[in-house]
Each structure stands twice: as C-alpha cells, then as structure tokens.
Antibody, heavy 121, light 107 residues
Framework: EVQLVESGGGLVQPGRSLKLSCAAS????????MAWVRQAPTKGLEWVAS????????YYRDSVKGRFTISRDNAKSTLYLQMDSLRSEDTATYYC??????????????WGQGTLVTVSS | DIQMTQSPASLSASLGETVTIECRAS??????LAWYQQKPGNSPQLLIY???SLADGVPSRFSGSGSGTQYSLKINSLQSEDVASYFC?????????FGAGTKLELK
C-alpha cells in the first residue's frame, strides 16, 4: 500500500524558515517524480514544486522560486521542501504527492494527509 | 502559464441524476488532464487521468472525456458519497495548473 506521511508543519513568523518532510513507503521511491501541492484555507489546489525521480531536475511555481527548495533522498525514501523567507500568502496545507508514471511528469496519483503551515506574527 | 477554466463553480443535483463538470484549457493540453475528488476534511483523490482513464478503485459511474482544450467529467447515477469538490488539472506543461473547483451538493 502506498503511503505518504508529511511532517514539519506549524506556526512560523513571516520571514522565517520551515522544512517539510514526506516519508514514502509501499513503492519504489526512486522510480517516480514527486511533488508538493498546497491548498490555502477554503481555497483551491496549487502546485508548488516537482522533482524528477533522480533528483537531477526541479521545477517551481514563480511565487516560490528562489525561496523554496524541493529535494529528495532516495536512500531514505523521503521528500523534502525547504521553505525560506516565508510570507503570509504561503499559509496552506501542504500535500506530498507521487506521480502516476515511472520516470515521467504526470498526474498526482497518490496524496499524503497534508501538513498545515501557518505564517503569522 | 496554461489557465484552466472550470464550470460550474457549484452544482446541486438529486440522487440518481447524471452530472457533468467542464474544464477548458487556455491552449491544447493533448489529453494530459486529470480529475480529482476532495471530500470535506480529506486529501484529494485521483479519479481520472489522461483525460479518460479511470484510476484504480474508482467506481465506473465516473467517466472523463475530451481532447484539445475542452474536457469533461461525468458522474452517472449520483450517490450520496459523491458529495465533494472536484478539480481538474493539466500536466502538459509546467507550472501544472488546476481548475478553481466545483462544489457538488445534493438537492
């Protein structure tokens, strides 16, 4: 059974940093693209960042480029999101997702339960 | 960026009814489209990928169709457990973009 378990969310002041983790199990982690998708309270879904199966390439939405860093440790089957210079508009539930196809960018086949990040003074 | 225009924003339907949700892309996305269902308090779940392929475990009353810039999700014989929000998403280009969502309620 595929499982994605996020951790690391919480309350943080504007301008500070936070690092999210996602522990994956139930599949060969190194075969799949992974991504973070967020959802602000009562709002829609917003793709944040993706990383290729090897970690060699990363992709970001413009509003987080230069502030967020997606990374992965295939030996530990863990995905990360380092969030720096946080802003109030980054407040959201962050979901870890797994791609649907081997080695290719695709739909988000599996989602974690989400971790809430609140940016407020 | 590819804009995904989803309609309607909300929908009220009766049990047993057939409902259709539409999604229009601002450019051709070559069927690289997925649909997700999100029930209140839960994570989104994949329903349809590649515009018309049913994800594992999804009831056959759900179906997807379309090509180019126009796509739709159809739910046949609406059940009470289908009350949820539905989102389309294109993965043809980065940034991957979602529709604004459709909230489906029972009449």
């Amino acid at each position: 059974e595929v499982q994605l378990v996020e951790s690391g969310g919480g309350l943080v002041q504007p301008g500070r940093s936070l690092k999210l983790s996602c522990a994956a199990s139930g599949f060969t982690f190194s075969n799949y693209y992974m991504a973070w998708v967020r959802q602000a309270p009562t709002k829609g879904l917003e793709w944040v960042a993706s990383i290729t199966n090897s970690g060699g390439s990363t992709y970001y939405r413009d509003s987080v480029k230069g502030r967020f860093t997606i990374s992965r440790d295939n030996a530990k089957s863990t995905l990360y999101l380092q969030m720096d210079s946080l802003r109030s508009e980054d407040t959201a539930t962050y979901y870890c997702t797994r791609g649907g196809r081997w080695y290719l960018s695709s739909w988000f086949a599996y989602w974690g339960q989400g971790t809430l990040v609140t940016v407020s003074s | 960026d590819i804009q995904m225009t989803q309609s309607p924003a909300s929908l009220s339907a009766s049990l047993g009814e057939t409902v259709t949700i539409e999604c229009r892309a601002s450019e051709d996305i070559y069927s690289n489209l997925a649909w997700y269902q999100q029930k209140p308090g839960n994570s989104p779940q994949l329903l349809i990928y590649d515009a018309n392929s049913l994800a594992d475990g999804v009831p056959s009353r759900f179906s997807g169709s379309g090509s180019g810039t126009q796509y739709s999700l159809k739910i046949n014989s609406l059940q009470s457990e289908d009350v949820a929000s539905y989102f389309c998403q294109q993965y043809n280009n980065y940034p991957h973009t979602f529709g604004a969502g459709t909230k489906l309620e029972l009449k």
